[in-house]
Nanobody, 121 residues
Framework: QVQLVESGGGLVQAGGSLRLSCAAS????????MRWYRQAPGKQRDLVAV???????TYADSVKGRFTISRDNAKNTVYLQMNSLKPEDTAAYYC???????????????WGQGTQDTVSS
């Protein structure tokens, strides 16, 4: 019933920027932590950034200082601003969120569909 829809991925040259968006929709009562993961071909899916419901953020060392996670609670949307992109940032990016559905008994974890970001050298 709950969907996370991502947008904003694409192809960019090294040093460029992209901004990803992920909007949660459906019968949502509350959204707690929201996260961005990424997965390169042949590699495991790794956590990139997380933001709590109160706006506290953490980042993987590989993106610290270059990426910024933010959220708009009124829109149930999380963003990932990616600057100074490197070829090693090339991956499928997935948003993730802990969501309480209206009438639900507890939070459940949901995933976006993934969006491909490709950084050329």
């Amino acid at each position: 019933q709950v969907q996370l829809v991502e947008s904003g991925g694409g192809l960019v040259q090294a040093g460029g920027s992209l901004r990803l968006s992920c909007a949660a929709s459906g019968s949502i009562f509350s959204v707690n932590a929201m996260r961005w993961y990424r997965q390169a071909p042949g590699k495991q899916r790794d956590l990139v950034a997380v933001i709590t419901s109160g706006g506290r953020t953490t980042y993987a060392d590989s993106v610290k200082g270059r990426f910024t996670i933010s959220r708009d609670n009124a829109k149930n949307t999380v963003y990932l601003q990616m600057n100074s992109l490197k070829p090693e940032d090339t991956a499928a990016y997935y948003c993730n969120a802990d969501i309480l559905v209206r009438g639900g008994l507890g939070f459940a974890n949901y995933w976006g569909q993934g969006t491909q970001d490709t950084v050329s050298s």
